[in-house]
Each structure stands twice: as C-alpha cells, then as structure tokens.
C-alpha cells in the first residue's frame, strides 16, 4: 500500500504506535464492504474505507489487542479470515502479511539463536 495512505492511516492509531502490517480487505456481505487492517505494535485496528475504495481511511471501525490472530486463513477460492466473529476476503497476495502478522504472536516467533555464547 502506498505511502499516502500509510500517512492517512497514522491520524488513527495511538499517539506513538508503529505500523507493523498493513492490507487491503473485504467484508464479506456488506454496503460499506471496503477496509484497510493496520497491524500495529499495540492494536489490531480496522479502518472503513468507504463504498467506493480502499484508498482513504474513513473512520475506525473496531480495535483489537495486538495478542489478537487475524488467521487462519481459509484459502479456497478466494481466500477468507475471521476476525471477532467478522468474515472479510482479501487477496492472494495479503495472506503471507496475514501469517506473518500472526507469526509474531507465537512464542516461537524466532528461530532459536545458534550461537548463543558469542
């Protein structure tokens, strides 16, 4: 996603916060169908994107502690999550960024160091 709207996305998290993820979704079944997800250091937040484009954030739709998982991913045709309940589609592209995203949840996250005496 563009520089632009990593701008646009910044005025609604939490004064400080990093974006870690960021990706275009779809909900599934709805009349303002468009948002963006932002994966922050603090927050799992969902943007509205209005009716007609993912290409400016509206208004916050939910927040979600950073513990929260995003997948899995059900892939099959086009691939789908559920977040709180709420069933989005996304691109094929988006779903390593989902996984990753979900990855630095796990208490596995890092391979193990090799050399730890060093």
Do not use: H
């Amino acid at each position: 996603m563009s520089s632009a709207i990593r701008a646009q996305v910044r005025t609604f998290l939490e004064p400080g916060d990093t974006i870690r993820y960021m990706f275009p979704a779809q909900l599934v079944q709805s009349v303002t169908p468009y948002v963006v997800i932002v994966v922050s250091d603090s927050a799992v937040t969902v943007l509205s994107t209005g009716l007609l484009g993912r290409s400016k954030p509206k208004s916050v739709l939910a927040r979600y502690p950073r513990s929260t998982s995003i997948g899995p991913v059900d892939p099959t045709p086009i691939p789908t999550f559920t977040l709180s309940g709420i069933r989005y589609e996304v691109d094929d592209e988006y779903v390593p960024v989902i996984n990753a995203a979900d990855a630095e949840n796990s208490a596995d996250f890092l391979p193990p160091d090799p050399l730890p005496d060093l």
